[in-house]
């Protein structure tokens, strides 16, 4: 890998610029996957290796019952356990076409500073270590394969202070640990901003290490987790100046650069330079521009698989996704894999379950734009984020504190068009034949064209409906096809002239 050497920094963020590209735009739906050692210990969430130092955390007190001391049994100690001797890039692919996403990938690098692809720049990595495996090169192969689109997430500006324990005489700070943890720093480092901020050496392995992925796999998307805000800004602005205008990769089916584009969350890089993203969030409103929520399948508090994990519903799944993209938004859902590489029964079954309602309804996501108005009912909803407040807190307190998951009923409807359609997608199933949507009332929507017929997805054609001014009312023959979410299809008059 030939990375330029960082130059003088020149402060024209304006020239990085970039709108989301058509093929995001129009994906919609994406799914990733953590996976990484703490999936060995699979106890409470992937911040294990964090929060197994913090003396009286819940983490640390289960790892000094079962595995010992902290001076004698350390992160690096589940290395060997790693196996992921189930681990199948063509099944992981296979399972992201099945869920109906549109684009895939994995965590990259978490915060535990382990690689997970053959990296020259940091040898804790995949191949040198647990799996032995190239793991991003291998799902990289896989997931473009299938004709999906390929991203990598980063979390390791988090490392800066990760590993940093309450236990002075924990094995973190032996010398010769130093390769596997990083260099001891002082305690307060682990905190969100800490006041000594990272330095050049630490700014240059992070960036370096993006930029390797960069090369050698093209991603599509690169996602950034929260915390980039603390790497100096010439080193940001120098890894995206490379992403964005740099037409690296070595894989065969090299990506446009114009078509790469980066996500991060709050303020971590300018507005305008990609995709902002909101954990575990939502708006309560349409947005003018495109926007992404990160969530995760698990319904315990974390992004890995854990024992005893269970997992939302398909239904609520498919809502979130519903009311994301009628604000204009995309949803990248996260499935841990358990430490062989091999997921949940329960997983698979929820993704599948997503994956046939798409199958029906896909139509009325995919490609689509937003409408005047994302929709109506009774859930108004609120903006959401898992913002600044929750990671200080999740730092203190090693454990997540959620946003909820907004309940829908089919009162609530969500609205997308595309073309000289608009799709009315009814969040449940309901118990009447018919339907009254008062947003389409007559005179409600100025410069909506005359409605020329309207059918059922999945269900029955040419529906009766009469449009007042009081609301749209739909007569639906038979029954509602799906007990998730029904989509009704309504073809306006193309306007002549």
């Given at each position: 890998?030939?990375?330029p050497?960082v130059?003088?920094?020149e402060?024209n963020w304006?020239?990085?610029?970039r709108?989301?590209?058509?093929?995001?735009?129009?994906?919609?739906?994406?799914?990733?996957?953590?996976?990484?050692?703490?999936t060995v210990?699979?106890?409470?969430?992937?911040?294990?290796?964090?929060?197994m130092y913090?003396k009286?955390?819940?983490q640390?007190?289960?790892?000094?019952?079962k595995?010992?001391?902290?001076?004698?049994?350390?992160?690096?100690?589940f290395?060997?356990?790693?196996?992921g001797?189930k681990?199948?890039?063509?099944?992981?692919?296979d399972?992201?076409?099945?869920?109906?996403a549109r684009?895939?990938?994995?965590?990259?690098e978490h915060a535990?500073?382990?690689?997970?692809?053959?990296?020259q720049v940091?040898p804790?990595n995949s191949?040198n270590y647990?799996?032995?495996?190239?793991?991003?090169?291998e799902l990289e192969?896989?997931?473009r394969?299938?004709?999906?689109?390929f991203?990598?997430?980063?979390?390791?500006?988090?490392l800066?202070?990760?590993?940093m324990?309450?236990?002075p005489?924990?094995?973190?700070?032996?010398p010769e640990?130093?390769k596997f943890?990083?260099?001891a720093?002082?305690?307060?480092?682990?905190?969100?901003?800490p006041?000594?901020?990272?330095?050049d050496?630490f700014?240059e392995?992070?960036?370096?290490?993006v930029l390797?992925?960069a090369?050698?796999?093209a991603?599509d998307?690169?996602y950034?987790d929260?915390?980039?805000?603390?790497?100096?800004?010439r080193?940001?602005?120098?890894?995206?100046d490379y992403?964005?205008?740099n037409?690296?990769g070595?894989?065969?089916?090299r990506?446009?650069s114009?078509d790469?584009?980066i996500c991060?969350k709050q303020?971590?890089f300018?507005?305008?330079?990609?995709?902002?993203?909101?954990?575990?969030g939502?708006?309560?409103?349409m947005m003018d521009?495109?926007w992404?929520?990160?969530?995760?399948?698990?319904a315990e508090?974390?992004w890995c698989h854990?024992?005893?994990?269970?997992?939302?519903?398909?239904?609520g799944?498919?809502?979130?996704?519903?009311?994301?993209?009628?604000?204009?938004?995309?949803?990248l859902?996260?499935?841990?894999?358990?430490?062989?590489?091999?997921?949940?029964?329960?997983?698979?079954s929820?993704?599948?379950?997503?994956?046939d309602w798409?199958?029906?309804n896909?139509e009325?996501?995919?490609?689509?734009?937003?409408?005047?108005?994302?929709?109506?009912?009774?859930?108004?909803?609120?903006?959401?984020?898992?913002d600044?407040?929750?990671?200080k807190?999740?730092?203190?307190?090693?454990v997540l504190?959620?946003?909820?998951e907004?309940?829908?009923?089919?009162s609530?409807?969500?609205f997308?068009?595309?073309?000289?359609?608009?799709?009315?997608?009814?969040?449940?199933?309901p118990?009447?034949?018919?339907?009254r949507?008062r947003?389409?009332?007559?005179?409600?929507?100025?410069g909506?064209?005359?409605i020329e017929r309207?059918?059922?997805?999945?269900?029955a054609?040419n529906?009766?409906?009469k449009?007042?001014?009081?609301?749209l009312?739909?007569?639906?023959?038979?029954?509602?096809?799906s007990?998730?979410a029904?989509?009704v299809?309504?073809?306006?008059?193309?306007?002549?002239?």
């Amino acid at each position: 890998m030939k990375v330029p050497a960082v130059m003088p920094f020149e402060r024209n963020w304006t020239k990085l610029n970039r709108t989301a590209p058509d093929w995001f735009r129009d994906a919609k739906f994406g799914l990733f996957f953590h996976w990484g050692p703490y999936t060995v210990p699979a106890c409470e969430n992937e911040w294990y290796s964090r929060n197994m130092y913090g003396k009286g955390l819940s983490q640390n007190r289960y790892h000094v019952r079962k595995y010992g001391k902290l001076n004698e049994f350390g992160y690096k100690d589940f290395f060997p356990e790693f196996k992921g001797e189930k681990f199948d890039a063509d099944a992981w692919a296979d399972l992201a076409v099945r869920s109906g996403a549109r684009y895939a990938g994995p965590v990259a690098e978490h915060a535990d500073h382990f690689s997970m692809w053959n990296s020259q720049v940091n040898p804790i990595n995949s191949v040198n270590y647990g799996p032995k495996r190239d793991v991003v090169g291998e799902l990289e192969r896989a997931i473009r394969n299938r004709g999906l689109k390929f991203i990598t997430t980063f979390h390791h500006q988090w490392l800066w202070g990760w590993f940093m324990s309450t236990d002075p005489d924990a094995d973190v700070y032996f010398p010769e640990n130093e390769k596997f943890y990083g260099r001891a720093l002082p305690l307060e480092t682990n905190r969100y901003i800490p006041w000594r901020l990272p330095d050049d050496a630490f700014n240059e392995e992070w960036m370096r290490k993006v930029l390797e992925v960069a090369d050698a796999y093209a991603p599509d998307l690169i996602y950034f987790d929260s915390r980039a805000n603390i790497i100096g800004e010439r080193f940001r602005y120098q890894l995206v100046d490379y992403y964005y205008n740099n037409r690296s990769g070595s894989c065969q089916d090299r990506r446009r650069s114009t078509d790469r584009i980066i996500c991060y969350k709050q303020d971590d890089f300018p507005t305008g330079i990609g995709i902002r993203d909101v954990e575990c969030g939502r708006f309560s409103d349409m947005m003018d521009f495109p926007w992404q929520t990160d969530d995760h399948l698990e319904a315990e508090r974390t992004w890995c698989h854990v024992e005893n994990v269970h997992y939302r519903t398909a239904s609520g799944v498919i809502h979130q996704l519903c009311d994301t993209v009628s604000k204009n938004g995309n949803l990248l859902l996260n499935v841990g894999p358990k430490e062989d590489g091999s997921f949940a029964g329960e997983a698979i079954s929820v993704l599948e379950k997503v994956g046939d309602w798409l199958a029906v309804n896909g139509e009325a996501i995919y490609g689509t734009r937003p409408f005047q108005i994302h929709g109506e009912g009774s859930v108004q909803g609120k903006d959401t984020d898992f913002d600044v407040s929750h990671i200080k807190k999740q730092t203190r307190k090693g454990v997540l504190e959620e946003t909820g998951e907004e309940k829908f009923s089919a009162s609530d409807i969500r609205f997308t068009t595309h073309g000289n359609v608009l799709y009315a997608i009814i969040m449940g199933r309901p118990d009447t034949e018919t339907i009254r949507i008062r947003s389409l009332a007559q005179g409600v929507r100025p410069g909506l064209p005359d409605i020329e017929r309207m059918d059922m997805m999945g269900g029955a054609d040419n529906l009766c409906w009469k449009r007042d001014a009081s609301a749209l009312t739909v007569r639906i023959k038979g029954e509602f096809p799906s007990p998730y979410a029904n989509v009704v299809r309504i073809v306006l008059r193309n306007q002549k002239g």
